[in-house]
């Protein structure tokens, strides 16, 4: 069996535990000031990849990579999946 690459893809949304409000030109949500965090459901696939080198190995999965596109504060949430247990993260 050959060894895999799991690249999963990580995004920065309003933290759940946040009201949401929409801005004064009601065009968005307001976002200024505003807790963000990785979203959930990114986070059970960030911890699946990792589930499946504990059962399948090293040799079968080689590395974990973290993506996520998007402003520099982006690099929160990838810091997040490296400290979950990915091995690289890419902005």
Excluded: W, Y
């Amino acid at each position: 069996m050959s060894s895999l690459r799991i690249l999963v893809g990580v995004k920065r949304v309003v933290d759940s535990a946040v009201k949401v409000r929409v801005n004064s030109a009601q065009t968005g949500v307001e976002t200024a000031n505003v807790k963000h965090s990785m979203n959930p459901f990114d986070e059970i696939a960030i911890e699946e990849a990792i589930r499946l080198r504990e059962k399948h190995g090293k040799d079968a999965v080689q590395e974990i990579v973290a993506v996520s596109c998007g402003p520099a504060k982006s690099q929160e949430t990838l810091r997040t999946a490296l400290a979950m247990g990915a091995d690289r993260a890419v902005l």
